[in-house]
């Protein structure tokens, strides 16, 4: 259901990100913004409907996003509110689209998004903190 609805989340999230003060400090395009949300949501909607999904390539975008954000100048709090925005955005989404879900399958269906958006959350932080490892230990800058 969700991938049916996926630019509605994608610019649902996109709303209630450009609304947080916090994020809007860094100054981003849209583009830029939801660069990653789209392919985050795919992967999502294949891990709850269980559909092969390849670990390196997961790993690798978790890994981008990441080395991506702290670059742009974010923070790690900043990291986690992104991927709040996300998950309340598919809440929202399928609280509009009740009655075309599954009721059988939703709880099932909704703990698997959450536990992969925040798998790839920490995967996401993970490679944030070896980049501010790295830069710090050289003496250097972002970007």
């Known amino acids: 259901m969700i991938a049916a609805y996926k630019d ?5 999230w ?11 400090r860094v100054n981003l ?3 830029e913004r ?9 992967e999502i909607v294949a891990h709850a409907c269980e559909y092969p999904i390849q670990i390196e390539q997961r790993q690798k975008a978790a890994e981008r996003h990441g080395t991506l954000r702290y670059h742009q100048g974010y923070s790690v709090p900043m990291l ?3 991927a709040q925005l996300l998950h309340n955005s598919i809440a929202e989404c399928v609280q509009l689209h009740f009655d075309e879900i599954n009721a059988s399958t939703l709880v099932s269906d909704l703990t698997k998004m959450s536990h992969r ?9 993970r490679t944030y903190i070896r980049q501010h490892d ?5 003496g250097g800058e972002r970007r």
Do not use: G, Y
């Open 8 to 12: 509605w989340v994608v610019n649902r």
């Open 14 to 24: 996109l709303q209630r990100v450009n609304s947080e003060p916090e994020l809007i």
């Open 29 to 31: 395009s849209d583009a």
């Open 34 to 42: 939801q660069d990653h949300v789209p392919d985050l949501l795919d």
């Open 80 to 82: 986690i509110l992104e």
């Open 117 to 125: 958006n925040a798998h790839e959350l920490m995967e996401s932080t």
């Open 134 to 138: 790295w830069h710090s230990s050289r």
